[in-house]
């Protein structure tokens, strides 16, 4: 079974629908007095996304009032206020541009010692539940088809946790790190599990380096090999693309 996909001519138009669709969701959430929950990613992927947000924050007067986000991961160990931090990533493109109360965000904590991190992430998953889910979850999608930080491998009903990252991963990363020497070897993720939970997924992917990618996660076989193939199992997830990271579809 595929996943739904949409196609735009370009990424900022890409970024802008999926901006307008969290804006309707965010919306209607207010006229109703309810929170809306939104799962967060970092990368490069959603860049144009959150930068809409703030425009439409500061032009539209869209609120964040209701909003409360979790994201999907962080390095560890990492400082928050760290240069590559993700919890800095957030803060300068999104959390710090709008009115959303800072007791509503949540990104995992490179901090902790290794003997908090399995209650902290058990903690983490039960703040969701006790808020009834995640609304939209908002992904990119690595070059090896991982999801958050749920590298190959990773299984359907992962939890959130302490993952090693691949090789590729790092060296990817490394770019940011001035070097794989100084790339982190772990992460706190998000776990599979929450993520199919999610009531709604849109996956963002630009450029011809996805393409690849992009066509085993939709087309190929659902696998643990390539995490993202088990959106194909979600009743409501949709790849938003554009033309060069459809190409091969
Ligand atoms: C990192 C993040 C992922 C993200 C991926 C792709 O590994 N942890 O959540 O999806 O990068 O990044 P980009 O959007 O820059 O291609």
Redesign the pocket.
């Known amino acids: 079974e595929n996943i739904g996909t949409v196609v735009f001519e370009n990424s900022t138009a890409a970024s802008k629908a999926v901006a307008q669709q969290i804006a309707t969701l965010i919306r209607l959430k207010q006229e109703n007095q309810e929170s809306c929950i939104l799962g967060l990613?970092?990368?490069?992927?959603?860049?144009g996304l959150y930068a809409e947000l703030v425009r439409m924050h500061k032009e539209e007067g869209l609120s964040f009032k209701n909003v409360i986000t979790f994201n999907?991961?962080e390095y560890y160990p990492m400082e928050p206020d760290s240069i590559n931090s993700?919890v800095r990533f957030m803060k300068e493109l999104l959390l710090d541009q709008v009115d959303i109360l800072p007791e509503n965000y949540h990104i995992p904590d490179g901090t902790l010692s290794k003997e908090e991190i399995a209650d902290y992430c058990a903690n983490y998953e039960a703040k969701i539940e006790a808020l009834g889910g995640i609304d939209l979850q908002i992904?990119?999608?690595?070059?090896n088809g991982?999801?958050?930080?749920n590298e190959s491998g990773s299984l359907q009903n992962s939890k959130t946790r302490l993952v090693a990252?691949d090789h590729i991963?790092r060296v990817?990363?490394s770019k940011d790190f001035s070097g794989l020497g100084n790339t982190p070897r772990t992460?706190i993720?998000l776990g599979i599990k929450k993520i199919m939970e999610a009531k709604q997924v849109i996956l963002?992917?630009?450029?011809e380096?996805?393409s690849d990618i992009i066509k085993k996660s939709v087309e190929g076989e659902v696998t643990n090999q390539i995490p993202a193939s088990f959106l194909q199992e979600h009743n409501n997830a949709v790849f938003v693309l554009d033309k060069e990271a459809s190409s091969k579809l």
Request: proline share 3%; charged share 10%.
């Open positions: 990613a970092t990368g490069s992927s959603p860049k999907l991961d993700y992904l990119g999608i690595g070059g991982h999801i958050g930080f990252l991963t990817a990363a992460a993720t963002m992917a630009w450029g380096g996805k």
